[in-house]
């Protein structure tokens, strides 16, 4: 079966960088589209970008673009979220989802668990 495992999270300064890992097992990676997300507490949960199969193309919320980049290697069957000039805001668990291109959730048939995200101010 399709699994999905975020990695990378962890407690950073407002300025900060982080870099993501969503590794894959269970199906054929390179074929999937895919989407990143994140949710606060209290809040539902938010799009932040998506990675076409062939790393070819990126999608990003508003909120994120210039700050976070997207990218994959097929090879290692694993997505990246790089995420430079973090912000309090920014403070959620995020989540690797496959497969899709679009910003609602519901378009996604596999998710992984999450990894929290805090920004400190």
């Known amino acids: 079966q399709v699994q999905l495992v975020e990695s990378g999270g962890g407690l950073v300064q407002a300025g900060g960088s982080l870099r993501l890992s969503c590794a894959a097992s269970g199906g054929t990676f390179s074929n999937w589209d895919m989407g990143w997300f994140r949710q606060a507490p209290g809040k539902d949960r938010e799009f932040v970008g998506a990675i076409r199969y062939n790393g070819f193309s990126t999608n990003y919320a508003h909120s994120v673009k210039g700050r976070f980049t997207l990218s994959r290697d097929n090879a290692k069957n694993t997505a990246y979220l790089q995420m430079n000039s973090l912000k309090p805001e920014d403070t959620a668990v995020y989540y690797c989802?496959?497969?899709?291109?679009?910003?609602?959730?519901?378009?996604?048939?596999?998710w992984g668990q999450g990894t929290q995200v805090t920004v400190s101010s």
């Open positions: 989802a496959a497969s899709g291109f679009s910003a609602s959730p519901l378009l996604y048939d596999y």
